[in-house]
């Protein structure tokens, strides 16, 4: 009886902590994606910031000068371009994120009480 009980016991825990473990997993995938898009927009930045210090350098009369100036426009728009596809990309992440929670909570949900919620 008493072994019964137990198996009872370590079966309705593994129930209630297989959603726990669902987000958890959920949560550190994100992360990793996260940090995947942050590492890659350092990268990015970094290299249209040295391009354009390196570009500077070579800056030695009136015309080049103003060529640079005119080279900064480009700049600019690349730079919120990418602005604009980090931010959607972090909105994607997000969106993701809060569906796959839904349905986590869903079936945990279904699990419980044996019906759809």
Partial sequence: M???LIS???EESKKALTPVEAYNR?????????????????????A?????????LEV???EAFKAYIGKNNELVKSIS?????????VAELGSDFTEEVKKIGEESVKAVTGKAA
């Fill in 2 to 4: 008493s072994k019964d």
């Fill in 26 to 46: 959920l949560v550190v995938d994100t992360a990793e994606k996260v940090v995947a898009l942050q590492i890659a927009s350092v990268e990015s930045y970094s």
């Fill in 8 to 10: 009872s016991l370590v």
């Fill in 81 to 89: 371009e990418r602005v604009v596809g980090d931010a959607k990309a």
């Fill in 48 to 56: 249209l910031g040295f391009a354009n210090l390196k570009a500077l």
């Fill in 60 to 62: 030695h009369d009136a």
